[in-house]
């Protein structure tokens, strides 16, 4: 059926046929769907309108392009929509015309507004300009006739002579009529009335090209007043050149010479290159080629050294009147275990020893003590361990009075002895303590005979050296002790100046982790404040808390007063000296001369002079097996007691090289460094960070921890001791003669020989003598009794041998026969 056909029958009225389907909307037929054996034809519902076709923008009524489903309210409903999208549009477009018309506008107002400023500025500077020029003519008119007035006739004869006559400027195009600067001659804002520029120069004006208020300044306009003056006069105006007095160290850049001596680096380069040396500003010369050049331009040489930065720190000689009565400094000495911190303990009634580990004083403790007649008495603790010797020896340095304390028990001792020397070298008085004389096994008499082998002679003894029986359990003695200390101190008479600049001596540093660099200083001469600036060794710093032996912030410390020191910008070495200076940049400059010195010094000490010390350090390097470890402790005189027992460690084959050792906690630097020289890392008293901890997980660095330094000495000789290579013995096990010599197919000449002494072993080293000499050494390639290969022939039995690798056998030949066993060394 044909379309028209169905529109037909539909249309009638009549019946809907089987292939025709009616949609339905809210009960009402909207339209009729056919469907047909090849296509499916939607039509309308009779009377509706036709909507326009989908997507078109606008249907035009046309019926045709009606897209299918659309209704009328529908179709009105979109074409409203359109139509208000439209005018929305227009709309917008209309308005952001008009916007950027206002904004070109506003443009070009405020572009109009800029020239109108510029254009006043210029006019302002010509008539500023003008206007100087006018009295500056003035002036050098008056001048030249003042000049001729005071001449001779016959000079004033001449015409004209004195007569400067100026042409007058041509108008220029930027003039402009006088009504119309006198309209613009209101001043522009943060500029003052003669045109100077006020208030800052900013990036935009500057960039704007609006900085036209920028003036010459007075002294050049003076200066160029006083050329045009002397240029009238006819007086020439040549500069007088100022000859100076040059500091030539020994070694200066170009540039920095031609500074001292004022001069242009450009006339230095060229006196350079007249001489023949082609050196640009930045390069260095050395002091002679300098002092050629500072005596060419005419200025006198002074020469200096770089050791002159020193001179800030001078040796003040002070006078007696100024000098007040100081506390005595005390160190306490002695071997191990025989009650120094104990006896100190009983004495500040303190615990130091539960502190420490092991019951070993790793440290040098500094603390002040007040007795019960008023004294005031500064004590020093030093270490008795061997490792400790340099910082025994810095205790030694800055005390006054040494106590040496030996065991009533236990009598002289090798550190003892040692304790007695550094006193001795030192030149301070002595005093010995007898402590644990409460002991039943103790025997006091004993202890004074030995040391009448070491030259110290007690006064019981009929010497001059006091000596005093105490006990630091029961305190027994102890005021006894006290007042021979106060009584060596009054024979001593100990003053120091307290009015000047401080100068001490570190005994121990530490990095902190929460307050940095810290030292114990021991104030030696004047009085130490905060807010000093000092240099201490290769540090330097700026003092910002004092903190006493009992923990409290003061703010000086006087002569004998012991105190940490915060401020610092690295940590020094424990027994540097502390001196004040008066600015920052003098203790800067002390301390880089120090580490130049030092590290040049250190340089030295390492770098082979000659090619035969080259090439012998490298074959002793070849031959030496090193073992490479990393040590942190913390505070630095561990740190450097470890390092110096480090280096005792090892013989001709074998030694410790410590890679890096500071103070502080192990860090993820510390770790990175030991990863990538096969080093283990020792941390003595500290710990390692989180990071550090886990990039050593990561790396496979090993650290270890330690708190008594015995442990960590034993650790790494132990592991030194693996480096070393096994002794070889040899152990003569027996020797056998040859009878005859076969020659066998696939083996080759076989010796028939008799074990004459010991047993003949198949494993076992051969050598071949004739006539007691030794001819070859080897191994046995076959060992056979009759036809069988055996394991061992004994003494007395007849055997078949044949050599690796050998067969010059001849009979009467003895073979003798050993085993090598490996024995392991320790260092």
């Known amino acids: 059926m044909s379309d028209n056909d169905g529109k037909k029958t539909l249309g009638l009225g009549g019946s809907r046929p089987s292939n025709v389907k009616q949609s339905f909307s809210h009960g009402r037929t909207k339209n009729v769907v056919v469907e047909t054996k090849r296509k499916r034809v939607v039509v309308p519902k009779p009377g509706a309108a036709k909507p326009a076709v989908s997507g078109g923008g606008s249907y035009g009524g046309d ?78 008119a008056e001048a030249s006739a003042k000049a001729a007035a005071a001449a001779p006739p016959a000079a004033a004869a001449v015409p004209g002579e004195t007569e400067i006559s100026r042409p007058t400027a041509a108008p220029r195009k930027t003039d402009r009529p ?58 020439s105006a040549e500069r007088e050149k100022v000859f100076r007095e040059v500091a030539l160290p020994e070694a200066i850049t170009v540039s920095e010479l031609a500074n001292r001596m004022t001069e242009r680096v450009a006339d230095v380069v060229k006196a350079l290159m007249t001489n023949g040396i082609m050196a640009t500003q930045n390069q260095t010369i050395d002091a002679d080629t300098a002092e050629l050049i500072i005596e060419e331009f005419g200025h006198k040489v002074v020469r ?15 006078k007696p009147t100024d000098l007040q009565g100081r506390p005595p400094i005390i160190t306490i000495m002695g071997h191990v275990d025989h009650g120094k911190t104990s006896l100190l303990d009983a004495i500040r009634n303190a615990k130091v020893v539960a502190g420490e580990a092991g019951g070993i004083t790793q440290h040098i403790g500094a603390y002040q003590v007040t007795t019960e007649s008023g004294a005031v008495l500064s004590f020093l603790d030093t270490p008795g361990h061997a490792a400790f010797t340099s910082m025994r020896s810095r205790g030694a340095q800055v005390t006054d009075i040494v106590v040496l304390v030996v065991a009533a028990d236990d009598a002289v001792m090798p550190q003892t002895i040692e304790a007695i020397n550094h006193a001795k070298a030192a030149q301070v008085p002595m005093i010995v303590a007898i402590n644990k004389i409460d002991k039943p096994e103790a025997n006091p008499d004993k202890v004074r005979t030995d040391l009448l082998q070491h030259e110290v002679i007690v006064e019981k003894m009929s010497g001059d050296v006091q000596d005093v029986e ?59 404040r905060q807010g000093d600036i000092f240099v201490v060794g290769e540090q330097y710093g700026k003092v910002r808390a004092l903190i006493n ?97 480090m280096e005792k460690i090892g013989n001709d ?55 008594v330094i015995y442990d960590l000495v034993d650790d790494v000789k132990a592991a030194a001791s693996g480096l070393l290579s096994a002794e070889i013995r040899e152990k003569f096990i027996g020797y056998a003669k040859i009878q005859e010599v076969f020659k066998v197919s696939n083996v080759g000449k076989v010796a028939g020989c008799l074990v004459t002494e010991g047993v003949a072993r198949r494993s076992a080293g051969v050598r071949l003598l004739r006539d007691n000499v030794v001819i070859h050494e080897g191994t046995l390639k076959t060992l056979k009794r009759f036809k069988d290969e055996v394991p061992e022939v004994q003494s007395g039995q007849e055997c078949g041998m044949a050599f690796e690798n050998y067969e010059d056998i001849r009979p009467n030949d003895v073979i003798e026969i050993f085993e090598r066993e490996e024995v392991e060394r320790n260092l």
């Open 653 to 707: 084959e074998v030694r410790v090289r410590v890679l890096h050792s500071g103070v502080g906690a192990i860090t993820e630097t510390d770790i990175g460094l030991a990863e990538a020289s096969g080093a283990p890392v020792f941390g003595f008293n500290v710990r390692a960070n989180a990071s550090a901890r886990n990039t050593a997980n990561q790396k496979g660095v090993e650290i270890r921890y330690y708190s």
């Open 178 to 235: 006088q009504e119309n600067r006198d309209n613009k001659s209101k001043a522009k804002p943060g500029r003052g009335n003669d045109g100077r520029r006020s208030g800052k120069l900013t990036v935009s004006d500057a960039m704007a090209g609006r900085d036209g208020g920028r003036q010459r300044s007075m002294a050049a306009m003076k200066r160029k007043q006083d050329r045009a003056r002397a240029k009238a006069m006819g007086v």
């Open 549 to 645: 032996d009992k923990g409290e912030r003061v703010k000086e410390a006087g002569p004998a007063v012991p105190v940490e020191v915060l401020g610092l910008n690295g940590t020094p070495e424990a027994g540097d000296v502390l001196n004040v200076v008066d600015t920052d940049a003098q203790a800067r400059e002390i301390a880089e001369y120090r580490e130049k010195a030092a590290k040049e010094k250190r340089a030295a000490a390492g770098a082979a002079t000659t090619l035969e010390q080259l090439m012998a350090n490298a074959k002793a390097d070849e031959n030496v097996s090193e073992l490479p470890i990393l040590v942190k402790a913390d505070v630095q005189g561990s740190a450097e007691a470890i390092v110096q027992a």
């Open 304 to 318: 200096v050294s770089d050791a002159d930065v020193e001179d800030v720190i001078q040796a003040v000689e002070d």
């Open 470 to 528: 105490v006990s630091a359990i029961s305190g027994q003695g102890l005021d006894e002790l006290l007042e021979a200390i106060a009584l060596q101190a009054e024979i001593l008479e100990l003053k120091a100046n307290p009015d000047r600049a401080a100068e001490g001596a570190v005994i121990e540093a530490q990095l902190d982790v929460g307050r940095g660099p810290v030292a114990t200083v021991l104030v030696q001469n004047g009085t130490l």
């Open 63 to 140: 019926p045709s392009k009606r897209p299918a489903g659309i209704s009328d309210v529908e179709l009105e409903r979109r074409m409203k929509a359109l139509k208000l999208a439209k005018a929305r549009e227009a709309e917008e477009t209309a308005k952001r015309e008009a916007e950027e018309k206002e904004r070109a506008a506003e443009r070009e107002a405020r572009r109009a507004q800029i020239e109108a400023k510029e254009a006043e500025d210029r006019e302002r500077e010509e008539r500023a300009k003008a206007k100087a020029a006018e009295e500056e003519r003035k002036k050098a």
